[in-house]
């Protein structure tokens, strides 16, 4: 049960990334042809940036979508290296370190996210 | 009338004696067949004229006992099941060798015993917790025929191994379950009459289960009954993700027939089934 729950969500993180990582690169690559969030101005452009990063939507889906990512590559990155056929005792390490290693780089981002939207919001009123 | 038309060919058998080899080595035999003949044919012409030292292993002689499975021309093979011609290589060469992934009794016996371990373990048969696994006398499970073909694809499996020697995964883990023991999971896990899926969820989905497959598919395309397993590892797979998500639900729901199904007709010639020798009673 542990594997499939492990498993299901790993599935559940890369649908989860595929649509966000398209929005981005819509958003983001996609400028001159959809001009979505853009601000009539590039997506790269200030007015667009600080647009982008007021926007709670915003905020949210960059956590969603970092907590998506880690959790969907350290898992792929688990599954190869339990495929060395390491023994039991490396696997509950590499576990270990594995959550902790990405429950310190998630906070780290969300950190990141909270502080970029509540700066773009104080910036502007 | 017709000639029979004779072949002359050189088998590169791969030899190994535990008790007496270092190490395997291979010999080489030049035989004539018939055309027609089958790789399993020339082992026996080379037993009964050349070497009746070799060993190999088979039975029924027409792919269906899984016995013979070898690795014929470097690829994984019924022996009995393989034309000869169909295998020739630099003209008139055939090579064979026993599976690989498996320990070797002598020369092309492998010992298969992890296979049957494995396929022991997902409990190959149908479980009804609380419930006797044969219906009363004269009555049986209900069972539509859309609910047969969800697993009788699964059900042609003879256990010959080739699926399990064409996997790369289990080449390299011998932990993991493969091919066949997992097609078997998922053919009684979708078997409407079972109500084993808890039991072999807690066997097959694990990291050295349906999860490690990553779907070469090779097992596929080996497999000499049409079987595919690579497909019933990916239903499996779905079969635990939805029952995780709670999509679907698990349990044994063939029903009892109240008693002989009303208008059936015995077909013309299908004798009665003999009377129960012993007393039945349902399992506690
Ligand atoms: S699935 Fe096919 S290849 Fe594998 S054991 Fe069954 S019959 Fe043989
Ligand atoms: S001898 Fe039975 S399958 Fe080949």
Redesign the interface.
């Known amino acids: 049960m542990k594997e499939t729950r492990n498993w299901t969500w790993h599935i559940v993180a890369g649908a989860f990334i595929f649509v966000f990582l398209g929005l981005h690169m819509i958003v983001m690559h996609l400028d001159d042809v959809v001009g979505l969030f853009t601000s009539g101005v590039g997506a790269t452009d200030w007015e667009s940036v600080l647009g982008r990063s007021r926007m709670s939507f915003f905020a949210v889906t960059y956590v969603l979508l970092l907590g998506a990512a880690l959790y969907h590559g350290l898992f792929g990155l688990r599954s190869i290296l339990f495929e060395s056929n390491v023994g039991r005792a490396w696997q509950k390490a590499i576990n270990v370190l594995f959550w902790l290693g990405g429950l310190c780089l998630f906070a780290v981002g969300v950190f990141q996210a909270v502080t970029t939207f509540l700066h773009a919001n104080a910036a502007v009123g | 009338m017709s000639e029979t038309r004779i072949l002359e060919v050189v088998y590169r058998v791969r030899r190994f004696h535990p008790e007496k080899d270092e190490k395997p080595y291979w010999q080489e035999y030049t035989i004539q067949v018939e055309k027609g003949a089958t790789v399993l044919d020339g082992l026996h012409r080379i037993r009964e004229t050349t070497d009746p030292t070799l060993s190999y292993r088979y039975s029924c002689r027409m792919g269906v006992c899984g016995s013979c499975g070898m690795l014929i021309s470097g690829k994984p093979r019924l022996a009995c099941n393989t034309q000869i011609e169909e295998v020739l290589i630099q003209g008139n060469l055939v090579t064979v060798a026993p599976l690989p992934n498996f320990d070797v009794v002598k020369d092309l016996v492998p010992d298969l015993a992890p296979l049957f371990e494995k396929h022991r373990a997902v409990r190959p048969h149908i479980l009804r917790e609380g419930d006797a696994l044969d219906p009363e006398p004269g009555t049986e499970w209900l069972q539509t025929p859309q609910e047969l073909d969800r697993y009788v694809q699964f059900t042609y499996c003879i256990r010959c191994g080739l699926c399990m020697v064409a996997c790369p995964t289990f080449a390299?883990?011998p932990?993991y379950l493969g091919p066949m023991p997992l097609a078997q999971a998922y053919r009684y896990i979708a078997d409407s009459r079972d109500g084993g899926f808890e039991t072999r969820?807690?066997i097959a989905?694990?990291?050295h289960?349906a999860?490690?497959c990553h779907y070469a598919g090779e097992c596929s395309n080996v497999c000499p009954k049409g079987v595919d397993p690579a497909r019933a590892i990916q239903l499996l797979?779905r079969e635990?993700?939805l029952s995780?998500?709670k999509v679907i639900r698990h349990r044994g729901k063939a029903s009892r027939s109240e008693g002989p199904i009303a208008g059936a007709e015995r077909k013309a010639g299908v004798p009665e089934a003999p009377a129960y020798t012993i007393e039945q009673k349902p399992l506690t």
């Open positions: 390299t883990d932990e969820r807690e989905g694990t990291a289960g999860y490690r797979k635990f993700v995780y998500l």
